[in-house]
């Protein structure tokens, strides 16, 4: 094994395949953000459950009771928590992608690995998250005696994979900016509150009308609409909505590689 | 035989801007305006007009090292060592050059890097040991070595918070003296730890050259750790190799080496001196401290049994009569009060008086009978209306170079820290068998 540094290093394919020769570390600090994370709380890995809970609640006595939003002609609760599985885990991926680097600066500071590890790890943590608070969804089911269009449920795990695409594409491009400029961290949460309002996350898409298009350009869109569509089975499921979600992530992913390397080297020194 | 490691004209440069960091904080701003605005404004101004924004760390770094080598990199403050080992370890590139490395490397830059509080013990060394590069597997098989070795069996299932901050350190090293890479590189690990541990690492890492034949490359202060380590030496300065070779020869070219220019003692004036302990209305302080070689050199690098000398000023705005002057002498790392010696000027008889303006003191040692440690000079001045007392006024590397490092490893098991002169003689019966 020869390592020849230097002071330039284009992307190449190595970098990839270092990924998976470093995949013991990946599962270590997936591992390890999993186990820290609910740790010396009173009610532990219950907050998965309670925040999406508690939105859906809110969302569904605002939106649906005195809003009077149209929901596909599904139990308003049920509608929203599906919309509100994929956007939180969307939204928490990418702030824990966001950040990844900077949390970890001890370690980026003294030791080598692909730092890449870092934001895909801290995404895949909130599998987790998602999958207990699944369970609220079938609980929501059984209380609205709504059965579920059980073929489409195949497609969920392609849902998740376009939505991984898209936080961890931009979690990398945040991730690499964060280290130098720590307005990040502040401009995050407020551009994600803004971003919830314009996916169809409390209200389904047909209610902009014309404007409809403008909806259609957010990557999540798609996404979230093709699950209502597959779980529900209320409105037939709108591929190309869905490819151009996935083309989407696609970029966005290649784009946060290729920007995260170009910067990386550099971690070290600016962060 | 091919070189493990080849750096060609290695150099980088840092961007001063970077390196002031964005993180102070307004208070901080505030209180500096405020206790010296003299000052404060001065940098101001200095900082908006200077033009010197680039520094190098490292100009035209040229060595090989041999497989199963040791090399010691020592050098004063800021001359490059720890950024050299960034750059071999990879987490910052170099500016110019290009470095070849053959085999796995892993490096040693803190220990316990990436040591999670709410983990435990056993949930701690898998973590860590995946963030150094071990496989799982090797963590597993050597799990019960490490764990025998950091001491620390009892407390595996309890969170790291919960460790004293010795345990924590013990469990690091552990996980980290049990790596397997080909090249291994170790930066200031020994500063680490109380004296009985520092010997259980210095203890390690002498089986791990001697046994493994494994390459390592070793920066520290602790000369005597180095010389009894490793056999050749780089001495960096200003980012630049004076010196490579011989540990020996090295490191007699270091103590001979002037540190005039490094400013990490000297002037006591500086608010970076801490801790300081004095009254507010003092009308006496300390402002300058100096090591004096045999030579008359200005150097806190001291051969053992050299005679040396310390010279320490302090000005007074008033005459103060009946002031007490003070030198101590402690091994570092050691307790706050556990000095060897605290010396008064009165019981060398001459006046306890100081005069307005500077007053020098100076204290020879014409018999350096100090084991080969690093020491911490502390400076007292105490009377009516007067209080000043610097704990770590500089430090003194006493420098053993004359003996070699294989007998140098028993010699230096010998407690104590002074080199007593004594003489031993036997008698022996003269039985036949």
């Keep these: ?271 | 035989m091919d070189p493990i490691i080849e750096s060609k004209n290695i150099s980088k440069r840092y961007n001063i801007n970077h390196q002031r960091g964005g993180y102070i904080s307004l208070r901080e701003v505030l209180t500096n305006a405020f206790k010296n605005p003299f000052r404060f404004l001065k940098k101001k101004v200095a900082r908006a007009f200077s033009t010197k924004e680039e520094f190098w760390a490292l100009r035209d770094i040229n060595f090989k090292v041999r497989k199963g080598e040791a090399v010691g990199i020592i050098g004063p403050n800021g001359a490059g060592k720890s950024t050299l080992l960034k750059v071999l370890s990879q987490i910052t590139p170099p500016t110019i050059g290009e470095i070849k490395i053959h085999g796995r490397i892993a490096s040693l830059l803190e220990v316990g890097t990436g040591f999670h509080p709410e983990l435990t013990g056993r949930e701690n060394i898998f973590l860590n040991g995946a963030i150094l590069g071990m496989p799982k597997i090797e963590i597993v098989r050597k799990f019960d070595d490490i764990v025998s070795f950091s001491g620390v069996e009892k407390f595996l299932d309890t969170p790291l918070k919960h460790y004293s901050s010795g345990m924590q350190v013990r469990l690091a090293f552990a996980v980290a003296a049990h790596m397997e890479p080909d090249i291994l590189l170790i930066d200031e690990v020994l500063a680490v730890g109380d004296a009985e541990f520092q010997k259980k690492c210095l203890a390690k890492m002498h089986e791990i050259i001697k046994k493994e034949g494994r390459t390592i490359l070793f920066v520290s202060h602790n000369l005597q750790a180095i010389n009894q380590l490793c056999p050749r030496s780089i001495l960096l300065k200003n980012g630049e190799i004076v010196k490579d070779g011989p540990t020996q020869e090295v490191l007699s070219e270091y103590a001979n080496m002037s540190n005039s220019n490094s400013d990490k003692y000297g002037d006591l004036t500086s608010s970076r001196i801490r801790p300081r302990i004095g009254e507010m209305d003092t009308d006496f302080s300390w402002t300058k401290i100096k090591v004096l070689n045999s030579k008359g050199e200005e150097s806190t690098n001291i051969l053992f049994h050299d005679p040396f000398e310390i010279i320490f000023s302090g000005e007074a705005m008033k005459d103060c009569p009946h002031t007490v002057i003070a030198l101590g002498l402690r091994v570092k790392s050691k307790p706050e009060n556990d000095y060897i010696f605290m010396k008064t000027q009165v019981t060398d008889g001459f006046s306890d008086y100081i005069k307005k303006g500077i007053n020098e003191f100076r204290v020879k040692f014409d018999i350096n009978i100090l084991a080969p440690k690093i020491y911490e000079v502390a400076i007292c001045a105490d009377g009516h209306k007067v209080f000043d007392w610097i704990p770590i006024a500089t430090e003194l590397n006493i420098l053993n170079l004359g003996i070699q490092p294989d007998i140098s490893w028993r010699m230096n098991h010998q407690s104590g820290d002074l080199d007593y002169p004594c003489t031993w003689s036997i008698n022996q019966s003269l039985n036949k068998i």
């Design chain 1, 1 to 271: 094994m020869v390592i020849i540094i230097r002071p330039k290093k284009r992307v190449t394919w190595n970098d990839i395949k270092e990924i998976w020769q470093y995949r013991e570390l990946l599962y270590f600090f997936t591992w390890r953000d999993i186990k820290v994370k609910y740790k010396q709380t009173a009610i532990g890995i219950t907050w998965a459950v309670f925040q999406p809970f508690m939105s859906m609640v809110v969302f569904s006595i605002l939106f649906g009771h005195f809003g009077k939003i149209p929901s596909d002609g599904v139990p308003y609760p049920i509608f929203v928590f599906i919309g509100l599985l994929l956007w939180q885990f969307f939204t928490s991926s990418l702030t824990n992608a966001s950040s990844s680097l900077v949390s970890n600066q001890s370690i980026v500071t003294k030791v080598y690995f692909p730092r890449l590890v870092l934001p895909i790890a801290s995404t895949l943590t909130n599998f987790v998250d998602f999958i207990i608070s699944s369970f609220i969804l079938i609980c929501l089911m059984i209380y609205y005696q709504f059965l579920p269009n059980l073929i489409g449920l195949f497609i969920l795990p392609l849902l998740l994979i376009i939505t991984f695409m898209i936080a961890v594409g931009s979690g990398m491009i945040l991730a690499s900016i964060n280290v130098k400029y720590r307005d990040v961290r502040y401009a995050l949460p407020y551009f994600m509150q803004m971003l919830l309002f314009v996916t169809p996350v409390i209200y389904p898409p047909s209610i902009a009308g014309k404007y409809s298009w403008i909806l259609a350009m957010n990557p999540m869109t798609g996404v979230i609409k093709a699950a209502r569509s597959a779980i529900l089975g209320t409105t037939p499921t709108n591929w190309l909505l869905l490819a151009i979600s996935a083309i989407v992530g696609v970029l966005l992913i290649l784009i946060g590689v290729i920007f995260f390397k170009k910067t990386e080297r550099f971690f070290a020194d600016v962060i």
